[in-house]
């Protein structure tokens, strides 16, 4: 399920901040901020671990593309070396660090701001956690913020590293295409684990519905819904970025963003889909539960029925007068057993030619 502490974190920031307040809105973290800085070009590739922001300065103005990947968001001094280093906005450092952001894209003066979602699926409390993923486009670099070292770019990290494909000959704005790929082909792996989940429990809401079937329905239902509150935003994000006109945005590589327009449309379509599954479960559990119940009322009712002329005939014969036909009879009692027998015989082939039992 959606995990619940980030479903119900209150807001960190304090009301009445000026614009461009540095506040991280995240879990508080002790661990140090880690920045990693790959420089590339078609021939060369350097990579190193920063201890400060400034180290990627003399970087900032290169021929190659510089990408400086931040994981950890609680170290406020940190991202104010990054944004005075690279001339980032406040109002873009403010966004950064506040993780509750809707997937938005927004231009400014010498860069472009994205912010995106990914998704992380705990196996073994099978929960679905979310995190924001900040990307800041410029004309030779691209900055990625991370709040955790979940890291989903490790594949784009080895096409650099191994030349394959067009990234080392391409600019910062096929990079940032590869990483928004990157999130959104992960999308298909969360939408694949919460499928399984949703088979089993659709087979379990037909043949062995529970309580606790409901319960795992109304927890399917609860994450989709969060599901589609994180990524239905995102179509408007790589259309925004695709459409742009910014210089930033070579020609060519918005053709690639278009594929990533179409892969978030069918990871949509795929979500609906599921939504309208689960609603289509809750209903399937009643009927099951409903048929169930009328199963158990059948039995107990043919039960009842075989039993009515028994308890009759026994009855009768228990009231005791003392001039009842065959009472001094010797054969009396055995014959009134067999009675009641054939009766409760007959009564059973009669329920099967109706096709009852």
């Known amino acids: 399920m959606v995990s619940k502490r980030r479903l119900m974190r209150r807001r960190a920031k ?4 000026p614009p461009g307040a540095l506040v991280y809105t995240g879990e508080k973290r002790v661990e140090r901020s880690t920045l990693k800085l790959i420089d590339y070009d078609s021939g060369n590739i350097e990579e190193r671990d920063l201890e400060s922001a400034e180290e990627c300065i003399p970087f900032k103005d290169s021929p190659t593309v510089t990408w400086l990947n931040v994981v950890g968001l609680h170290d406020t001094a940190v991202m104010e070396q990054i944004g005075a280093a690279f001339g980032l906005h406040p109002l873009v450092l403010e966004d950064i660090l506040n993780t509750r952001q809707r997937p938005k894209y927004e231009e400014y003066k010498g860069h472009a701001f994205l912010v995106l979602k990914t998704l992380h699926y705990n196996e073994v409390d099978r929960e679905i956690d979310t995190e924001q993923i900040s990307l800041i486009l410029g004309p030779n670099f691209v ?19 191994s030349s394959r494909g067009r990234i080392r000959g391409s600019g910062a704005d096929y990079l940032t295409y590869a990483l928004m790929d990157a999130v959104v082909d992960h999308y298909f792996v969360i939408l694949e684990k919460v499928g399984d ?3 089993d429990t659709g087979e379990e809401a037909v043949n062995d519905p529970t309580p606790r079937t409901l319960g795992d329905i109304q927890t399917l239902r ?7 509150r994180s990524i239905w935003p995102l179509r408007e994000v790589v259309s925004a970025f695709e459409r742009s006109g910014s210089d930033l945005v070579r020609e060519g590589t918005a053709i690639y963003v278009r ?5 978030t449309i069918q990871v949509i379509e795929t979500l609906e889909s599921y939504r309208d599954i689960v609603s289509g479960m809750f209903d399937t559990y009643l009927s099951s539960v409903s048929n169930r119940m009328n199963e158990v009322m059948k039995v107990l009712t043919i039960i009842a029925t075989i039993f009515i002329p028994v308890t009759f005939v026994a009855g009768v014969y228990g009231m005791n007068f003392r001039h009842m036909p065959e009472l001094d009879w010797p054969w009396a009692y055995p014959a009134a057993l067999v009675i009641m027998l054939a009766v409760a ?5 009669y329920f099967r030619r109706k096709r009852w039992l």
């Open 14 to 17: 304090e009301p009445g901040l």
């Open 143 to 161: 900055i990625s913020f991370q709040e955790i070292e979940e890291d989903p770019f490790s594949p784009i990290r080895e096409r650099i590293r």
């Open 197 to 199: 989940r949703l088979e």
């Open 222 to 228: 609860r994450e989709l819904n969060y599901l589609r």
């Open 259 to 263: 594929d990533v327009y179409d892969h």
């Open 345 to 349: 015989v007959g009564m059973i082939v």
